[in-house]
């Protein structure tokens, strides 16, 4: 079923190239389910390397012409975009429930994110500034100047179907760079609308092109191995960022990658405990626990683990889970029956090796897709839950007692994307930051992303950063000019 939309042009099935809403050669296509009720919503095209090939000369062909306006009319057209995405905010949120299933609150709260973000590159393109450098010569002159980087592939995830696609579109189309968007199989369709929005908003044909596949090795290689595109841009698991970075090899290719996370959440026992299940109940189960940032491990000092996981359970008990837009639904569901056996056999793994389940939601919809929200107690650092991303509503808590215990036990994983702690101690909160081996790091505090601050990890996490004044030195070349017999 088709979400009923005030803007039905906004609901687009077929890929967008050029300018152009294209469907496959031999109209292939692959079915769009809405995860909650196992509805096919719609059809789109598979598109294959031809079609990705299309798209690399559609964006080459129009880089110069976007590259030769002024910053400040580039930035015209992405507020233009911005706008017009803010005011189709609804209809953008019930198309991403229904392909993605997060509450349609929380819908409505990406695509604010999403836009916030083309919002903020509009007003940092007129602020590519290069540098005048003091001369190692009397007779010399020498500059920078800040050039795009060139053609530009996007590959995201289904998570975030819009806002991952603005964090690096945004900054790409604000630096003078074109684009091959391909977006996850699951959720084409917010990818779409989006395209749909942004040649509404004057950006001309070519410039941002949007390739539906459900053969992505195929399209990625074929992304990875082209020489004309100069930049990829990879929000996704980390096998497959290992791969991709591989694949750009021979073109020696930029890439920024944002990869996966085991983010812990560290309680010490100065906290204030009320405060700490607040950011973690944002943390860990926004997107019914499926984001890239989502408390993985939660660490309790002793001497607090008892009255926290009481709160803990009564705080997951009073969630309601259901369809996205159902009355005051705080968790949907997963996005695949995929993804709920793998929480299931972390799950089923760790009370194996001797953890508890404290809580299991009661009132979960008996739907293949859902995952009753849980907490297990008595976690270990051996555990599989504990080693790998659950990227489900699943809490599992560890007890420590010394605060450089919590730290080793949060660094020990190989990767480093965000890291939460609550402490009221002023020296404790200093040392802590400091210590813990994350590109960001949540202080009392459950939710950092926004679009002025830089998103990025270390480790195998991933490489580069985006939004902030950061965001857009991904997608430009720094060339220097050397000016002598002056
Ligand atoms: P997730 O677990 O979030 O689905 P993936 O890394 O599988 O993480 O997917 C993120 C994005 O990467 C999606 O757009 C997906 O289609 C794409 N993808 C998956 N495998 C490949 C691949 N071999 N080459 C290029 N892209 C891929």
């Given amino acids: 079923m088709t979400p009923e939309l005030n803007a039905p042009e906004l609901f687009r099935d077929r890929a967008y190239i050029n300018g152009e809403w294209v469907s496959a050669a031999k109209a292939h296509t692959f079915p769009v389910f809405n995860p909650s009720t196992g509805q096919t919503i719609a059809q789109v095209p598979d598109l294959g390397g031809d079609e990705t090939r299309a798209a690399i000369d559609a964006a080459e062909a129009a880089m110069p012409a976007w590259q030769a306006l002024t910053a400040k009319e580039r930035a015209a057209r992405l507020r233009n975009w911005f706008n017009l995405i803010m005011q189709h905010q609804d209809d953008l949120a019930r198309i991403m429930t229904s392909e993605q299933g997060k509450p349609f609150a929380e819908a409505k709260g990406e695509v604010a994110y999403g836009a916030s973000f083309v919002e903020w590159f509009a007003e940092e393109s007129k602020r590519i500034y290069g540098d005048v450098i003091p001369a190692h010569g009397a007779d010399k002159r020498l500059v920078t100047i800040k050039q795009p980087i060139g053609v530009v592939a996007a590959i995201t995830p289904w998570n975030f179907p819009i806002a991952m696609i603005t964090r690096k579109v945004a900054p790409a189309l604000a630096a003078g760079c074109t684009?091959?968007?391909?977006?996850?199989?699951?959720?084409?369709?917010?990818?779409?609308?989006?395209?749909?929005?942004?040649?509404?908003?004057?950006?001309?044909?070519?410039?941002?092109?949007?390739?539906?596949?459900?053969?992505?090795?195929?399209?990625?290689?074929?992304?990875?191995?082209?020489?004309?595109?100069?930049?990829?841009?990879?929000?996704?698991?980390?096998?497959?960022?290992?791969?991709?970075?591989?694949?750009?090899?021979?073109?020696?290719?930029?890439?920024?990658?944002?990869?996966?996370?085991?983010?812990?959440?560290?309680?010490?026992?100065?906290?204030?405990?009320?405060?700490?299940?607040?950011?973690?109940?944002?943390?860990?189960?926004?997107?019914?626990?499926?984001?890239?940032?989502?408390?993985?491990?939660?660490?309790?000092?002793?001497?607090?683990?008892?009255?926290?996981?009481?709160?803990?359970?009564?705080?997951?008990?009073?969630?309601?889970?259901?369809d996205g837009f159902g009355d005051g639904v705080t968790i949907g569901p997963l996005i695949n029956d995929k993804a709920v056996a793998k929480v299931r056999g972390l799950v089923d793994d760790a009370v194996s090796a001797g953890a508890r389940v404290a809580q299991e939601h009661t009132s979960t919809p008996d739907n293949p897709n859902f995952y009753p929200p849980t907490v297990v107690t008595g976690v270990t650092a051996s555990m599989r839950i504990a080693q790998e991303e659950i990227f489900g509503p699943v809490a599992t808590v560890f007890r420590f007692n010394e605060e450089s215990e919590a730290i080793a036990l949060a660094n020990d994983t190989p990767f480093g994307l965000a890291a939460y702690f609550y402490s009221r101690d002023i020296g404790r909160v200093w040392r802590v930051a400091e210590a813990l081996e994350y590109g960001m790091v949540g202080i009392n505090e459950g939710l950092i992303s926004n679009e002025v601050a830089p998103f990025g990890g270390i480790k195998e996490s991933g490489i580069g950063r985006e939004g902030s004044r950061y965001g857009i030195d991904d997608f430009v070349e720094i060339k220097y000019l050397c000016m002598g017999g002056i």
């Fill in 179 to 322: 684009v091959v968007i391909k977006p996850g199989e699951d959720t084409p369709l917010s990818a779409l609308a989006l395209a749909e929005l942004s040649a509404q908003a004057g950006i001309p044909a070519g410039v941002l092109n949007v390739v539906t596949t459900l053969q992505a090795p195929e399209v990625g290689r074929t992304l990875c191995e082209d020489s004309r595109v100069r930049k990829l841009s990879f929000t996704g698991s980390t096998p497959v960022g290992k791969l991709l970075m591989r694949q750009c090899a021979d073109t020696v290719k930029k890439v920024s990658l944002e990869l996966g996370g085991n983010a812990p959440f560290i309680v010490f026992d100065d906290a204030d405990i009320d405060a700490a299940i607040t950011g973690l109940m944002a943390s860990k189960f926004r997107n019914a626990g499926q984001t890239c940032v989502c408390t993985n491990r939660i660490l309790v000092q002793d001497s607090v683990h008892d009255e926290f996981v009481e709160k803990l359970n009564a705080a997951v008990a009073a969630l309601t889970v259901g």
